[in-house]
């Protein structure tokens, strides 16, 4: 009868294949995180719909739509590490001010949760703004990955679907209704973001 020992790994070799999955996915921890965000503010949508007014319906909307916002942040980090829109300085440009006006949003997202802004007074109407204009921001950049094509298969067109969000939600809520306009949000947000984060997460290097 013989006897075989395996030597347990070396932490070397521990840490080669840690380094090797970050080589192959250096974005899975970003799409993940999209992804995440998505079904968050998802939930929230068909918890308390897409305009609270109890401080219960704020706090839950503030969170999902908060993580929403995390993520998408996380996605500007990649479109920049991969010069996703270019490598210009008016692409870097672009990403800085998206990246500005959605921190604002996220900043405006938090005062309404804790209820704390007033749409009467300017200032706070200008902060709450910044919420649409980022949105609206991400669409025009969806646009932009298509036409600069650095981003290849369904990954170079899916953002401009998941990122028209804003453009196909609000008319939905203007013609069919609060309660249609809902479902309509949620759903785009998993078809969208949250099938981009998966398709971001695993984006090569």
Known sequence: MSVSHTPAPARSDVATATSAT???RPFLVHGRVLTAGALAWTVS????????????????FGIGSGLFQVGVMFLLRVLWRTNAIGSGRVARTVLRVEAGVLSLAMLSTF??????SNLEQTGWLV???????????????GVRIAIA????GL???????????????????????????????????????AVLGVLVSRKQG
């Not at 949508?45 to 839950?60: E, F, N, T, W, Y």
């Not at 005062?111 to 704390?116: E, K, P, Q, R, T």
């Open 111 to 116: 005062v309404d949760a804790i209820g704390l």
């Open 155 to 193: 990954s170079r067109f899916w953002p401009m679907v998941a990122e028209s969000w804003a453009v196909v939600t609000v008319p939905a809520m203007g013609i069919f209704g609060a309660t249609v306009g809902q479902y309509v949000g949620a759903l785009h947000l998993v078809v969208g973001y």
């Open 45 to 60: 949508i068909l918890a308390v719909g897409q305009d609270p007014h109890s401080p219960l319906g704020l706090a839950v």
């Open 22 to 24: 970050g080589a192959t």
């Open 149 to 152: 094509g650095r981003w290849h």
């Open 127 to 141: 902060l709450d703004l910044c919420w649409p204009l980022s949105m609206l921001g991400m669409f025009l950049i």
